[in-house]
């Protein structure tokens, strides 16, 4: 199948490659006489990139070249090429199950000559599997297998996006699922002005694709349909194409997709949190199919049996019948009595015939002092960890993995001492974690302290957050620790820690924003005060 397919790639594009140092065919030797080209899987247009599996001469393994064809004369031509360059060769540190392998990156006079007709070369590891465009060529995935898939795909983008790549995966051939069934991007090299916004919008037009077989982003390859659009411009949702794809997975390709509007997810977190709950929710309801459909044996007498061991004697149904129902009967007589006892022993009322049952206050059972003699005295709670003068970071952030804005320049007024200065967040449209996971503020301390209470002077009530302790000053999310958690009220909030945590680094993180009235979401956090334990 994969020849199939590289046979149909490389027929659609010798187009301007014939003039640029002869042909791109099976057999011809790119790179300094190192890699032979072995198939062609795709051509990315935008980018004039073809898509190659090689064989390294000198390593004697399969890999994964990205061709940028072009005239070295063409000034503008050369620049795009070598900002691919350049951000294939960032890639190149990235390691995920999800991405390829960049192994090098070879530039004009650097492993790629004038006379080949090449701008450059990324090579990556070879990817086993097969090729996406053949997979969906023949039917839609099922939904549950789809939503698995993109959940694979996005969680390399996840973690991309956290180190500052952008991956480049918003085309199809650049993609092949591998044989655990897990789509991996094959052939890395994003386009020169690609962003991570555009990464995201992969990820619905992916999904999109495996449910649908159409393509909803501009400039994917002629093998594969184009998703049709509404009069509006919008983009058609799956489930009016293929009825059996369930609502919340239609709706993520379709919100993921489109830039404008209400409701748009513009994260990978966002989408892995809907792709995991909707693959679970798919599944459960196929597997509800699964036992609901199983093989139907009808008897002489015309009793229908759906069990696929049907019992044939008609005195033992009847005898199994009967049993069934006094054990029904009796199980619901012991709940029922059970549940009696139970109102009867909370409210001090038994009705049973044994003697009133003693509920004590204390937890543990004590016979009454002799006459004459005192109780002792009852046991107070020790009492809560005493609390020291507030310290004053040394330095303040805005905490927002994988994204920018929420006004970083003003982060410092939340711990000026001034509560007529705000930090607030950007103004969402959709709660947290629609969007994304959260957003918030990380502390430095000049040395570390034993904290023990945050106090949050807000001016946002309804919204959530956790203090989150960290090791360095830029963690990634999954690498910091909740440490306590609480509602903001309007004005000052105490969010106590469910134990004194010694760091320098913390982090007010928010879960939950609060509302402006206007229909719109946002925190704004007026002082924070961080009182160690005394």
């Known amino acids: 199948m994969d020849t199939r397919r590289s046979e149909q790639a490389g027929e659609?594009?010798?187009?301007g490659v014939r003039a640029q140092g002869g042909s791109l065919a099976p057999g011809r030797v790119v790179g300094d006489g190192r890699y032979r080209l072995l198939a062609q899987f795709g051509v990315d247009e935008r980018a004039a990139a073809h898509l190659w599996r090689a064989r390294d001469g000198q390593l004697?393994?399969?890999?994964?070249?990205?061709?940028?064809?072009?005239?070295?004369?063409?000034?503008?031509?050369?620049?795009?090429a070598r900002r691919t360059l350049e951000r294939a060769a960032h890639a190149s540190k990235f390691g995920h199950g999800g991405v390829a392998r960049v192994l090098d990156v070879l530039s004009l006079g650097s492993g790629v000559t004038s006379s080949e007709g090449l701008l450059g070369v990324v090579v990556a590891?070879?990817?086993?599997?097969?090729?996406?465009?053949?997979?969906?060529?023949?039917?839609?995935?099922?939904?549950?297998?789809?939503?698995?898939?993109?959940?694979?795909?996005?969680?390399?983008?996840?973690?991309?996006?956290?180190?500052?790549?952008?991956?480049?995966?918003?085309?199809?051939?650049?993609?092949?699922?591998?044989?655990d069934g897990a789509l991996k991007l094959a052939f890395p090299g994003p386009l020169p002005e690609?962003?991570?916004?555009?990464?995201v919008k992969a990820l619905g037009a992916v999904l999109y694709l495996l449910l649908t077989g159409r393509w909803a982003l501009p400039g994917g390859p002629a093998a594969i349909p184009a998703a049709p659009h509404a009069p509006t411009g919008r983009v058609i949702p799956p489930r009016s194409l293929v009825p059996t794809v369930p609502v919340e997975l239609s709706s993520l390709a379709v919100r993921t997709i489109e830039d404008g509007g209400h409701g748009g997810i513009r994260t990978s977190a966002a989408i892995l949190r809907v792709l995991d709950q909707a693959a679970e929710a798919e599944e459960r309801t196929q597997l509800i199919k699964a036992v609901g459909e199983e093989e139907a044996v009808a008897e002489p007498d015309g009793t229908v049996w759906t069990t696929k061991k049907p019992v044939k004697d008609v005195a033992r149904?009847?005898?199994?019948?009967?049993?069934?129902?006094?054990?029904?009967?009796?199980?619901?007589?012991?709940?029922?009595?059970?549940?009696?006892?139970?109102?009867?022993l909370f409210q001090g009322e038994s009705k049973s015939s044994g003697p009133n049952l003693n509920v004590a206050a204390s937890s543990s059972s004590t016979a009454p002092p002799p006459s004459g003699e005192q109780p002792p005295p009852a046991q107070q709670p020790p009492p809560g960890p005493t609390v020291g003068a507030a310290v004053k970071p040394s330095a303040v952030a805005v905490f927002n993995p994988g994204s920018k804005g929420d006004s970083p320049g003003r982060a410092k007024n939340?711990?000026?001492?001034?509560?007529?200065?705000?930090?607030?967040?950007?103004?969402?449209?959709?709660?947290?974690?629609?969007?994304?996971?959260?957003?918030?503020?990380?502390?430095?301390?000049?040395?570390?302290?034993?904290?023990?209470?945050?106090?949050?002077?807000?001016?946002?009530?309804?919204?959530?957050?956790?203090?989150?302790?960290?090791?360095?000053?830029?963690?990634?999310?999954?690498?910091?620790?909740?440490?306590?958690?609480?509602?903001?009220?309007?004005?000052e909030s105490t969010i106590a820690l469910q134990q004194p945590?010694?760091?320098?680094?913390f982090i007010v993180w928010i879960t939950q924003l609060g509302e402006d009235g206007d229909g719109k979401f946002v925190t704004e956090l007026k002082e924070l005060t961080f009182l160690p334990a005394g």
């Open 414 to 491: 939340a711990t000026d001492g001034d509560p007529g200065t705000v930090w607030k967040t950007d103004d969402y449209d959709e709660q947290f974690p629609v969007l994304k996971n959260g957003v918030g503020l990380v502390v430095t301390f000049k040395d570390p302290i034993n904290l023990s209470q945050v106090k949050i002077d807000a001016g946002s009530p309804g919204s959530k957050v956790e203090i989150r302790s960290a090791d360095k000053k830029n963690p990634k999310l999954d690498e910091t620790k909740v440490v306590g958690s609480g509602d903001l009220a309007a004005g």
């Open 317 to 344: 149904r009847k005898k199994l019948a009967f049993g069934v129902t006094v054990l029904v009967v009796a199980t619901v007589v012991i709940l029922a009595w059970g549940g009696m006892m139970l109102i009867n």
């Open 12 to 15: 659609a594009s010798q187009v």
């Open 60 to 80: 004697k393994r399969d890999v994964a070249l990205t061709l940028l064809v072009g005239d070295p004369a063409d000034a503008e031509a050369a620049r795009l």
């Open 194 to 199: 690609a962003t991570l916004r555009d990464d």
């Open 125 to 179: 590891e070879w990817t086993k599997g097969s090729d996406l465009v053949d997979l969906v060529a023949q039917r839609p995935v099922a939904p549950a297998a789809a939503a698995r898939m993109v959940q694979a795909l996005a969680e390399a983008v996840d973690h991309a996006h956290q180190n500052g790549l952008v991956l480049g995966l918003d085309h199809p051939q650049r993609l092949r699922l591998t044989p």
């Open 501 to 505: 945590q010694q760091g320098q680094y």
